[in-house]
T-cell receptor, first 113, second 115 residues
Framework: QKEVEQDPGPLSVPEGAIVSLNCTYS??????FMWYRQYSRKGPELLMY????GNKEDGRFTAQVDKSSKYISLFIRDSQPSDSATYLC?????????????FGQGTELSVKP | SAVISQKPSRDICQRGTSLTIQCQVD?????MFWYRQQPGQSLTLIAT?????????ESGFVIDKFPISRPNLTFSTLTVSNMSPEDSSIYLC????????????FGPGTRLTVT
């Protein structure tokens, strides 16, 4: 079982739709959670990061973490064609001896005009 | 966030040869990371490079195959040695952010094709 699971999609939605992107994880030590956006032939761009459980909002984007169910989500409101990209979730553990960022497989999103 | 550049942006190489990828950051950073992203796959950490010490490699990656240099706080190189078609991938460098929340910022990547 992978430490971070993410539905690879592809996910296709009409412009203006609310998009929900999700990941599940298995490691209870994960404390920091990040969402990256990766356009084709580009490096990943950090969208948002959160610590522990709760919500964080930034413009049209909302990141949500539910540690009790080991579930993280990214919501995109009023989706635009420019949001078409691959979205990767990533988790970072807190150990005494440090840790590393673990990525999900990425979900490919297409927003149709 | 830091501005990160990589050279080359892409290359096509013959099997058995080596390629050195450069990563330049516009500010001084303690830790730099090298990742591989194979086609249709997620990112896999190759190694962590701290200035002034040997790089720390993840399971499945060895120094003979992926030697790394970190001569100063703004620069690092990753060499892919004795390449085979299985090394065809995107190679990315990243650095930690300043917020101290373990967030990382990535360069644009180097797209390598081995024939």
């Amino acid at each position: 079982q992978k430490e971070v699971e993410q539905d690879p999609g592809p996910l296709s939605v009409p412009e203006g739709a609310i998009v929900s992107l999700n990941c599940t994880y298995s490691n209870s030590a994960f404390q920091y959670f990040m969402w990256y956006r990766q356009y084709s032939r580009k490096g990943p761009e950090l969208l948002m990061y959160t610590y522990s459980s709760g919500n964080k909002e930034d413009g049209r984007f909302t990141a949500q973490v539910d540690k009790s169910s080991k579930y993280i989500s990214l919501f995109i409101r009023d989706s635009q064609p420019s949001d078409s990209a691959t979205y990767l979730c990533a988790c970072f553990p807190i150990y005494n001896q440090g840790g590393k960022l673990i990525f999900g497989q990425g979900t490919e999103l297409s927003v149709k005009p | 966030s830091a501005v990160i550049s990589q050279k080359p942006s892409r290359d096509i190489c013959q099997r058995g040869t080596s390629l050195t990828i450069q990563c330049q950051v516009d500010s001084q950073v303690t830790m730099m990371f090298w990742y591989r992203q194979q086609p249709g796959q997620s990112l896999t950490l190759i190694a962590t490079a701290n200035q002034g010490s040997e790089a720390t490699y993840e399971s499945g990656f060895v120094i003979d195959k992926f030697p790394i240099s970190r001569p100063n706080l703004t620069f690092s190189t990753l060499t892919v040695s004795n390449m085979s078609p299985e090394d065809s991938s995107i190679y990315l460098c990243s650095v930690e952010g300043l917020a101290g929340d373990y967030e990382q910022y990535f360069g644009p990547g180097t797209r390598l094709t081995v024939t």
